[in-house]
T-cell receptor, first 113, second 117 residues
Framework: ETGVTQSPTHLIKTRGQQVTLRCSSQ?????VSWYQQALGQGPQFIFQ???????GRGNFPPRFSGLQFPNYSSELNVNALELDDSALYLC????????????FGSGTRLTVV | GESVGLHLPTLSVQEGDNSIINCAYS??????FIWYKQESGKGPQFIID?????DKRQGQRVTVLLNKTVKHLSLQIAATQPGDSAVYFC????????????????FGQGTILTVHP
């Protein structure tokens, strides 16, 4: 059974640029959620995808968007990057059919300069 | 808004001692709680979970206690080891309207556990 894989592991971008982060969900998991974790804070929910549609969203602006693909992998896109977007971005996969899931990847460390 | 919070930001213990990490939650609709361990540079790692119809659940060296009356959750680690040193987060969520799945996780700030040899 494979875990959740995220790429890239580290990324440096300039303010105003756009970034795409990728996530491969754990085998058997069909729901993907994205979280932003600022330094010294707990993860904050960005959104969740199920059956290729957004299925819940946290308090993040529209410049944060995502996609889920038929193989349940997912992308997080952030436009017009701001310095405050610097954080660890975590992907978590889970199963829609209940039980616990929420297996997290190791994250992508994004630095905006 | 609803939140999950921790009483102590840091906890320092000696190897072999038992550790207790506490968490308060405010969303009375939450019915599923999870403890995660996060080591530096890694994502949160599942430790143990508990549903709201239980008040205690045990795993290997870990026990989670849930007190719904006072909205309090705790994680007990027996015989703490240096490898247990990490940040520990509690998280809560609720079943969706159809009762078939869970939605977003709401995390607390985290407790830094340091285990001294």
């Amino acid at each position: 059974e494979t875990g959740v894989t995220q790429s890239p592991t580290h990324l440096i971008k300039t303010r105003g640029q756009q970034v795409t982060l990728r996530c491969s969900s754990q085998s058997g998991h069909n729901t993907v959620s994205w979280y932003q974790q600022a330094l010294g804070q707990g993860p904050q929910f960005i959104f969740q995808y199920y059956r290729e549609e957004e299925n819940g969203r946290g308090n993040f602006p529209p410049r944060f968007s995502g996609l889920q693909f038929p193989n349940y992998s997912s992308e997080l896109n952030v436009n017009a990057l701001e310095l405050d977007d610097s954080a660890l971005y975590l992907c978590a996969s889970s199963s829609w059919t209940g039980n616990y899931g929420y297996t997290f990847g190791s994250g992508t460390r994004l630095t905006v300069v | 808004g609803e939140s999950v919070g921790l009483h102590l930001p840091t906890l320092s213990v000696q190897e072999g001692d038992n550790s207790i990490i506490n968490c308060a939650y405010s969303n009375s609709a939450s019915d599923y709680f999870i403890w995660y361990k996060q080591e530096s540079g890694k994502g949160p790692q599942f430790i143990i979970d508990i549903r709201s119809n239980m008040d205690k659940r045990q795993g290997q060296r870990v026990t989670v206690l849930l007190n719904k009356t006072v909205k309090h959750l705790s994680l007990q680690i027996a015989a703490t080891q240096p490898g247990d040193s990490a940040v520990y987060f509690c998280a809560e969520t609720a079943l969706n309207a159809g009762g078939t799945s869970y939605g977003k996780l709401t995390f607390g700030q985290g407790t830094i556990l340091t285990v001294h040899p």
